[in-house]
């Protein structure tokens, strides 16, 4: 049996897999890739299957200019009854294989890395995938069965909160009770755990777990609230259309729909194109509704969310940034303040976390005094609103962090001892 084993983070903008040395307990290695698929319109021939993973899949798409089919956000199908399978070229493809391909493309670079092929691994998974307990288990059936197509054989399943704070565990020196907030794309997740230093190898860390628990509300989320906000006037959300003598709004489903790229293309048929096109006539040719017809056509919906999200992101430095997307006709340039994204963007989902936070506190019979440490990670952490939040409630002299995007892998693998009996 090989010394080494993989903590994999299948996670819903980025998955990574970190390899643990079992002899050591030392993490020797970290691999990490956006959780993006790309296949290519014309498949090459039927034998073979080409298809994209990561970086390559962003610039293969774009090369391709948007033709083929691009994914984004799969972990959020896996509790979807209704998503079967889809057409790709003339195969079928499962949530589960899908999945499966991101978790291939990691665990090959690593057993590359290694020169042999490891299938022991501890995977990780939100603390609720849904409320709904048939959705809930549907999705950890479909993700197991992604883990066994990628090649392991004996894995095992551990929350991803509960993963960080292991990883959070290695740097303490003396024991402390500790609140994790994971913040993903798709999913913020809380772990309250008391951790001591040397303690992760424990096998039994049953009494050291306080409470777990999480919302679908992560990144995602936010950027879909800056396209509703200062990207969808710029489509013609607010420009109304004549019917007989009277001016109506545009159908509010135009703006929904865009909210989200993935929605977006179901916009993408002849019929919506035609009421679209009946809207741009009817709206006295307002070139606001041209825009929305040529986001649609061309398929531009993921590089205007790329620029949303990079708007986001620069605000976790800067006070303003600018949301630019200028390809073709269309010409937005919207200048967005942090103070506008806190109080007008996304107040209503910081709200919702925080919310679900302080009941998730209350219910498990905490203050906030009793806490010791705080351990944000996940790129949405770094959203300054809700740090603020965190600053408000704890104090700033308790918000720790560390590697924001390996943290969840590197404490799966790090957990590994409390599997093995
Ligand atoms: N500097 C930043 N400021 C704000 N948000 C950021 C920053 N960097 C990344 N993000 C956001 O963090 C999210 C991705 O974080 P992460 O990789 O932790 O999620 P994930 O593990 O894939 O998702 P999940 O855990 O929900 O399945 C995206 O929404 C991304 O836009
Ligand atoms: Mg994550």
Redesign the pocket.
């Known amino acids: 049996m090989s010394k080494y084993i993989y903590g994999v983070?299948f996670?819903?903008?980025?998955?990574s897999l970190a390899i643990l040395d079992t002899s050591s307990n030392e993490i020797v290695k970290l691999f990490t890739t956006p959780?993006l698929l790309f296949f290519p319109e014309y498949q090459k021939s039927f034998k073979t299957f080409y298809f994209e993973v990561g970086h390559k899949a962003v610039e293969t798409y774009v090369e391709s200019k948007m033709q083929g089919r691009f994914m984004k956000s799969i972990?959020a199908v896996l509790p979807n009854p209704s998503f079967t399978k889809t057409w790709i070229s003339n195969r079928t493809f499962m949530a589960e294989d899908l999945v499966a391909l991101i978790i291939s493309f990691l665990k090959k670079q690593a057993d590359d890395f290694l020169g042999e092929t490891i299938t022991e691994a501890v995977i990780g998974r939100?603390v609720v995938f849904s409320k709904n307990p048939d959705k809930e288990a549907l999705a950890q059936d479909r993700l197991q069965k992604a883990v066994q197509l990628a090649g392991f054989e004996r894995f095992y399943f551990q929350m991803?909160p509960i993963a960080a704070a292991y990883t959070y565990e290695r740097q303490i020196q003396k024991k402390e009770l500790v609140l994790v907030g994971?913040?993903?794309?798709?999913?913020s997740?809380f772990t309250l755990m008391n951790l001591r230093p040397n303690a992760t190898s424990a096998t039994n860390r049953t009494e050291d777990m306080i409470a777990k628990g999480g919302i679908y509300i992560?990144?995602?989320n936010?950027?879909s609230k800056i396209m509703w906000h200062r990207g969808t006037p710029h489509f013609g959300r607010g420009v109304k259309e004549q019917f007989d003598d009277k001016w109506l709004d545009l159908s509010l489903s135009y703006f929904t729909k865009i909210t989200s790229w993935e929605k977006m293309n179901f916009l993408n048929t002849l019929k919506m194109k035609e009421a679209i096109e009946k809207s741009y006539v009817f709206s006295g040719r307002d070139y606001r509704v041209k825009n929305l017809l040529t986001l649609i056509e061309q398929n531009l919906g993921y590089l205007l969310f790329k620029q949303i999200?990079k708007a986001?992101?620069d605000l976790?430095n800067s006070d303003t940034t600018n949301l630019v997307f200028d390809p073709q006709t269309i010409n937005l340039n919207e200048e967005i303040s942090i103070k506008e994204l806190a109080t007008t963007i996304i107040p209503l989902e910081v709200e919702k976390i925080t919310a679900y936070l302080d009941d998730f506190l209350s219910r498990n019979n905490y203050t906030y005094n009793q806490i010791d440490t705080v351990f944000l990670?996940?790129?949405?952490s770094?959203?300054r609103p809700l740090k603020q939040q965190f600053m408000e409630r704890f104090g700033a002299h308790k918000l720790k962090s560390g590697d924001?995007?390996n943290s969840?892998a590197m404490g799966l693998a790090l957990s590994y001892q409390g599997f093995k009996k």
């Open positions: 983070d996670g819903t903008s980025n998955s959780s972990k939100p991803e994971d913040f993903g794309g798709g999913t997740d992560g990144g995602d936010f950027d999200e986001k992101i976790t990670t996940g790129g949405s770094m959203v924001n995007f969840v």
